[in-house]
């Protein structure tokens, strides 16, 4: 069984910056990509960020520009660096191994 033990969220001005991590418990090359998600108050989760095994990355245009997903294959970790944060940026923000391997998910709140 893969564990995804994620950290780093909390309580941020509005311009401020986090950082999140998610550290797997084998390889995270074992997989086809790692990912960001977050999931909103009364809203769906969505794909925010994914880094595939090559190293490509992709984001979602409500991040574009702001977060950068990066990983340390020797830690088997996975980071998220969030900058320039929105109160709508508000969530529980889980990581994943792709497709089927999910975090428990950390809190980002962005006060105005």
């Known amino acids: 069984q893969v564990q995804l033990v994620e950290s780093g969220g909390g309580l941020v001005q509005a311009g401020g910056s986090l950082r999140l991590s998610c550290a797997a418990s084998r390889s995270i090359f074992s997989f086809n990509a790692m990912a960001w998600y977050r999931q909103a108050p009364g809203k769906q989760r969505e794909l925010i960020a994914h880094?595939?095994?090559?190293?490509?990355?992709n984001y979602a245009d409500s991040v574009k520009g702001r977060f950068t997903i990066s990983r340390n294959p020797v830690k088997n970790t996975v980071y998220l660096q969030m900058n320039s944060l929105q109160p709508g940026d508000t969530a529980v923000y889980y990581c994943n191994a792709h497709p089927d391997y999910w975090g428990q998910g950390t809190q980002v709140t962005v006060s105005s």
């Open positions: 880094i595939t095994n090559v190293g490509s990355t």
